[in-house]
């Protein structure tokens, strides 16, 4: 089935260097779209950015990440964390091979320092 | 205003009882969802409804079984508690087809005594 493997439990950076949050994903569908959602703590998952476009960079809020069909990667990136990033990362997989829902990867903590 | 409604925020039950976890979306969505997170598991898929009909279901027990009385309704009845059931439960929506983003509730969180 669809699976989706992101960097490892807990990243931790100071503030000011650069993120960079691993996420790979198994489908057998070749056009899946890629998801990046982001927790804040006792809050809700919300949308961070979003691609179905191979090798097109999608941004918002200071992240970035491109869709790369040939390495099945969607790593998220920002080129300089801020405190307020810290929260739970969420790289998710949509495939029709896998209906209408959204198969999340294990998540990642970021937890920038000052 | 939040769009998607849970009730309860929180909710303490004791081992064997019976509880209905409340969503309602305010989106216009037509695809609604119901996930799951534990300090155990992240979040974790259970059930999709489309116009009100059980698209997937990914949860084992029969113990869970969603209810949708309205199309913008869709209600989590968990019977015979267990402690494993401690959770977050989220209610999400979006609208079908796609790259369609998911719209997540606040959340309910269990704790089963």
């Known amino acids: 089935g669809d699976s989706v493997t992101q960097t490892e439990g807990l990243v931790t950076l100071t503030e000011g260097l650069p993120v960079m949050l691993n996420c790979t994903y198994q489908t057998i569908y070749s056009n899946p779209f890629l998801f990046w959602y982001v927790q804040h703590l006792n809050e809700s998952p919300r949308l961070l950015l979003k691609s179905f476009t191979d090798n097109k960079r999608t941004e918002h809020q200071g992240f970035h990440a491109t869709l790369h069909k040939s390495s099945s990667s969607f790593h998220l990136q920002k080129s300089s964390a801020q405190l307020s990033d810290s929260a739970l990362y969420y790289c998710a997989l949509k495939a029709a091979s896998s209906g209408q829902k959204l198969v999340f990867g294990q998540g990642t903590i970021l937890k920038v320092y000052l | 205003d939040p769009k998607i409604i849970q009730k309860p925020k929180y909710l303490v039950a004791v081992t064997g009882s019976e509880k209905i976890l409340i969503c309602e979306q305010y989106?216009?969505?037509?695809?609604m969802y119901w996930y799951r997170q534990s300090a155990k598991k992240p979040l974790e898929f259970m059930f999709s409804?489309?116009?009100?009909?059980?698209?997937d279901n990914q949860t084992a027990s029969s113990r869970f079984q969603p209810q949708s009385s309205k199309k913008n309704h869709l209600d989590l009845q968990i019977t015979a508690l267990k402690p494993d059931d401690s959770a977050t439960y989220f209610c999400?929506?979006?609208?079908?087809?796609?790259?369609?983003?998911?719209?997540f509730g606040a959340g309910t969180r269990l704790s089963v005594l």
């Open positions: 999400a929506s979006s609208q079908d087809g796609g790259q369609n983003t998911l719209y």
């Open positions: 989106l216009g969505h037509n695809a």
């Open positions: 409804y489309s116009y009100q009909k059980l698209m």
